[in-house]
Nanobody
Framework: QVQLVESGGGLVQPGGSLRLSCAAPGGILSIATVDWYRQAPGKQRELVAVITDKGITNYADSVKGRFTISRDVAKNTVDLQMNIRKPEDTAVYYC?????????????WGQGTQVTVSS
């Protein structure tokens, strides 16, 4: 079992920015599709950004144009740059990677990092 580790969360004002980072041992984040999810209080977990193993990115409509997902191969991290405009961005943010290696499936999550938007 691989534990992903998120970092970079905190308190941010509307109009500010944060950069979240997802790290994992080994090189799995460099070869697999990685997702960022978020879960706001009382709401279901929501997929916000994806980067595939080939570097193709996709975003939820709610964050498109404001969030950028990227992979740093040298650091073996997947980052989420967030330009915060809305208190609705307040949530616990999780990274996830899942797939299969030589036919063996995997599905790894982090513990999450809290982002709180408040003026």
């Amino acid at each position: 079992q691989v534990q992903l580790v998120e970092s970079g969360g905190g308190l941010v004002q509307p109009g500010g920015s944060l950069r979240l980072s997802c790290a994992a041992p080994g090189g799995i984040l460099s070869i697999a599709t990685v997702d960022w999810y978020r879960q706001a209080p009382g709401k279901q977990r929501e997929l916000v950004a994806v980067i595939t193993d080939k570097g193709i990115t996709n975003y939820a409509d709610s964050v498109k144009g404001r969030f950028t997902i990227s992979r740093d191969v040298a650091k073996n991290t997947v980052d989420l740059q967030m330009n915060i405009r809305k208190p609705e961005d307040t949530a616990v943010y999780y990274c996830n990677t899942k797939g299969a290696i030589i036919g063996i499936p995997f599905d790894y999550w982090g513990q999450g990092t809290q982002v709180t938007v408040s003026s």
